[in-house]
Structure formats: structure tokens, C-alpha cells
């Protein structure tokens, strides 16, 4: 008569359901980084595409854009408002202004 091991079907029973949630862990995490990094791309295109706007003006007129809206409308750069917030403080005309870029949170 053979020995049944009881342990061959508790391994399977437990091992299989917790090397599913590891790899769906796993998975859920390298997708989370991914955004990540995808959010802090386009974070940083726009902040370039702003200061690509600011010496344009300056190129053409001889001073930095007075302010944000005067950029957009003049110099077509884009804000995705519900996405970002802009800072845009500037010190003198003839000075670049401080551009922060901010993620809005959902």
C-alpha cells in the first residue's frame, strides 16, 4: 500500500494562489512606474515648450512675455489646465521669468 502525502496538494493549493498575486503585484507595480515616468515627461515637455514661448518673445520683442496669457495667445503654447498649474512669476522685463510647472491631483 503507497502513502498518500498530503503535503504535494496543500503546496499546490497554497503555492499557485500566492505566485498569482505575486505576479499580478508584480505587473501592477511596473505599470504604476510607468505612468509615473510618462507624467514626469510630459511635465517637463511643457515646462521646455514655455521656455521655448519666453525666448521667442524675447527673440522678437525685445522682452520676456508679461505673462502666461500673453504666451498663450501670442506664441500658441498649450496648457492642459486640468492636468497642470503653471507659475509664472516674472522679475523684470528683460529677465526670464521663474516657470514652475505643478500635476494637478485628481
Not at 7 to 24: F, H, M, Y
Not at 53 to 59: M, S
Not at 76 to 96: H, I, P, S, W
Amino acid at each position: 500500500m503507497k502513502k498518500r502525502s498530503f503535503l504535494g496538494p496543500l503546496l499546490r493549493g497554497l503555492l499557485l494562489p500566492a505566485a498569482c498575486i505575486a505576479v499580478l503585484v508584480f505587473f501592477s507595480t511596473a505599470l504604476n512606474s510607468l505612468n509615473s515616468g510618462h507624467e514626469e515627461e510630459d511635465q517637463h515637455q511643457l515646462k521646455e515648450a514655455l521656455r521655448r514661448g519666453c525666448v521667442a518673445c524675447y527673440a522678437s520683442e525685445g522682452v520676456y512675455p508679461p505673462n502666461l496669457d500673453y504666451l498663450k495667445e501670442r506664441y500658441g503654447v498649450q496648457v492642459d489646465e486640468k492636468r497642470y498649474t503653471v507659475m509664472y512669476d516674472v522679475f523684470a522685463d528683460n529677465l526670464m521669468p521663474d516657470i514652475t510647472v505643478l500635476v494637478n491631483v485628481p
